[in-house]
Antibody, heavy 122, light 108 residues
Framework: QVQLVESGGGVVQPGRSLRLSCTASGFSFSRYAMHWVRQAPGKGLEWVAVISNDGRDKHNADSVKGRFTISRDNSKNTLYLQMNSLRAEDTAVYYC???????????????WGQGTLVTVSS | EIVLTQSPATLSLSPGERATLSCRASQSVRSYLAWYQQKPGQAPRLLIYDASNRATGIPARFSGSGSGTDFTLTISSLEPEDFAVYYCQQRSNWPSITFGQGTRLEIK
């Protein structure tokens, strides 16, 4: 069955960096676009970034542009989110999610990991 | 940015009742709207995409309707496991996709 497992969260000081990972199994990872979505404590969902199945096309939300970078290694079935210049408002649970359909991103998210908590605090 | 406004913020109903949740977009999103369910401590689950298509494995009591700016998620007869938070999401102006603020469906 489809599984997505995030890791790499933790407590980090403002201005520092963190890299999240998402390991996928149970499906052909290289055929799907992948997303990161975050959820601040007690708040709603915010889309963060998307990467195409081959890794060539990437897009970020304006709120993280220039600070976060999405990437993937299809040989390792792993998705990444490099987060630099972290701010208090980046505190959230970060989910990786699979795009609904094979090929170009549909921007509907059909499978989600359980999330990893990032806390930005001094 | 397209803003999605969900109403009501909280809906109190009993098992067996019909639930009607609303999502309104600040501009037309055509039929490019999805609904998700999220239970406490869990990841969201895709219910409906393209306004009215049920995702794989979603029970038939869940249905979606609407187009343009006004959308509805209907749960025909509430089961105990349906009490959760529901989010709508648009993909009309990808890559800038947005979510609504959520409707909490609670047991009356």
């Amino acid at each position: 069955q489809v599984q997505l497992v995030e890791s790499g969260g933790g407590v980090v000081q403002p201005g520092r960096s963190l890299r999240l990972s998402c390991t996928a199994s149970g499906f052909s990872f290289s055929r799907y676009a992948m997303h990161w979505v975050r959820q601040a404590p007690g708040k709603g969902l915010e889309w963060v970034a998307v990467i195409s199945n081959d890794g060539r096309d990437k897009h970020n939300a304006d709120s993280v542009k220039g600070r976060f970078t999405i990437s993937r290694d299809n040989s390792k079935n792993t998705l990444y989110l490099q987060m630099n210049s972290l701010r208090a408002e980046d505190t959230a649970v970060y989910y990786c999610a699979r795009d609904l359909n094979i090929g170009p991103a549909d921007y509907y998210l059909d499978y989600w990991g359980q999330g990893t908590l990032v806390t930005v605090s001094s | 940015e397209i803003v999605l406004t969900q109403s009501p913020a909280t809906l109190s109903l009993s098992p067996g009742e019909r639930a009607t949740l609303s999502c309104r977009a600040s501009q037309s999103v055509r039929s490019y709207l999805a609904w998700y369910q999220q239970k406490p401590g869990q990841a969201p689950r895709l219910l409906i995409y393209d306004a009215s298509n049920r995702a794989t494995g979603i029970p038939a009591r869940f249905s979606g309707s609407g187009s343009g700016t006004d959308f509805t998620l209907t749960i025909s007869s509430l089961e105990p496991e349906d009490f959760a938070v529901y989010y709508c999401q648009q993909r009309s102006n990808w890559p800038s996709i947005t979510f609504g603020q959520g409707t909490r469906l609670e047991i009356k």
